[in-house]
């Protein structure tokens, strides 16, 4: 049986990839690579009862966006195209009933100034079916 976090990581790169023109996407981002990127971050899982055995799962997504330059506009088209891919989202896939929700997004300056860094994040009900 796959995990709920495995089965949506897999999902969101299947979409992403799909559906996100103007930059790479990746679960792990290569040392050299030097272009706008989409990177599937942070996963978390949490029950909806005390009960740890309790297959369904409330999922905590990241969405990270880097781009290079001096303007946002980059970052937020990417943006764009992230959340109107996921932020709706449901499907049945590997026995589990995902359905997404996006919660917002934010880009700000890079540190050294080279470029914005987005962070999209998304909530994912995740029901185990019988």
Do not use: H
């Amino acid at each position: 049986m796959s995990s709920a976090l495995i089965v949506v990581e897999m999902m969101a790169f299947e979409i992403l990839t799909e559906a996100v023109t103007l930059a790479a996407v990746f679960q792990d981002v290569p040392d050299d690579y030097q272009d706008e990127v989409v990177i599937i971050g942070d996963l978390s899982a949490e029950t909806f009862t005390d009960d740890p055995a309790d297959p369904d799962r409330r999922i905590s997504l990241t969405i990270n966006t880097v781009t290079i330059g001096d303007e946002r506009a980059p970052c937020s088209a990417i943006q764009e195209q992230v959340e109107t891919s996921l932020g709706s989202a449901r499907e049945t896939r590997d026995g589990w009933e995902l359905i997404f929700r996006s919660l917002g997004s934010d880009a700000t300056l890079a540190g050294d100034g080279s470029g914005y860094v987005g962070t999209t994040t998304f909530e994912i009900i995740a029901f185990k079916q019988d």
